[in-house]
């Protein structure tokens, strides 16, 4: 393969600054930079010189290939941080025969390719890169540190169990043989299907963690919701007016509620418009409050708005309940007013609903595991029917092969461009 090179921390100015360097020439790369290397696994300090040149004085690592991240030979130049520093070191590089410039994600796919890294600890790395909040950053680590994987190696080993006792009878079908496998073998298919359809229950709830999860305002015009989404976000993120029918569109606030990643969405006030251009806010508004995961509803007068029927998840609240007096629970944006206990309980909910999600996050996972459980399914029906040993033994590979292609070892090809690609460059 050839031997890439990037800089693996942030552009800009920065204390430190690290240009990793991966591959059969890294070697000879940092003896071109620096002269002796030191040991493998130990730091240096080496003085950096492009012919006379003196580059940097930086801390050099150096990796043997299979104890290295990505697998390969690495070299690390953790060097001062200025952006002059760091150009003149990578130009230094580019002058090294048989090196190049790193592709994104390129690192972190040799590290998968090498077998550093399975498939789904790669996407919880690219998880955990992304993660914004520390609800994300659990599930992320979950995923980086091999719990799916985990996961995935015990179901393998109890169908490979199960195949093994099928293709005895297989194998002996001349022979007398007294024990019927039948039981045994169904026992462990039916463990396995009842655990993928645990993980495969959370996948909603892991997927909307992962992606954000999205808080809607509903109510009347002028009832109150874009300054409440003022007061919620902290900032003047909507038009505040007393004349009815201000907000048109759509308006998104991204926040960090008790660690957990939210969008809160203020639309139009929900009535029959006159305006074709509030008509169109006003439809947008019900889509997107229908399929938010919470809706806060705010009524006056105790009139629920327009078109809106809640159900048993949503919060139904008194709106600008600074001025008025009335039973039941409520909420003023104007004077902040009943917004702490409000906060508190969509964290409540929220939070109850990530303690029932799964390992699996992503949608290549959810349709991995979904195609191996159908397919032991059908395997234990054919049990159940009697079917030949042959049949069934064959559904079993098969979720066998779902599983490999769970883990990336098989059939991904497909989609490894677009997993890696979503990584930047230097990682």
Known sequence: MDTIYALSTARGRAGIAVVRVSGPAATAAGVALCGALPSPRTAALRTLRRG?????????????????????????????????????????????????????GEFTRRAFENGR????????????????????????????????????????????????????????????VPVDVGPTVRALLARVVLDMERELSGFAVAERLRDGFEVAIVGAPNVGKSTLLNRLAGRDAAIVSSEAGTTRDVIEVRMDLAGLPVTLIDTAGLREASDPVEAIGVARGRDRAQAADLRIILVEDGRLPEGVCPSASDIVLRAKADGDPGEGEGVSGATGAGVDALLERIASILSARVAVGGLVTRERQRAAVFRAKGLLESAMIGLDRGQVAELVAEDIRGALAAIEALAGRVDVEMVLGAVFSQFCIGK
């Open 52 to 104: 006379g040149d003196v580059l940097d004085r930086a801390m050099v690592l150096r990796f043997s290939a299979g104890a290295s991240a990505t697998g390969e030979d690495v070299v690390e130049f953790h060097l001062h941080g200025g952006p002059a520093v760091v150009a003149a070191v990578l130009g230094a590089l580019a002058a090294v025969p048989g090196l190049r410039p790193a592709e994104p």
């Open 117 to 176: 890294m399975t498939l789904t600890e790669v996407e919880g790395l690219g998880d955990l890169l992304q993660a914004e909040t520390e609800a994300q950053r659990r599930q992320a680590m979950r995923g980086f540190d091999g719990a799916l994987r985990r996961a995935a190696e015990g179901w393998r080993g109890l169908l490979i169990e199960a195949a093994a006792l099928l293709e005895a009878t297989i194998d002996f079908v001349e022979e007398d």
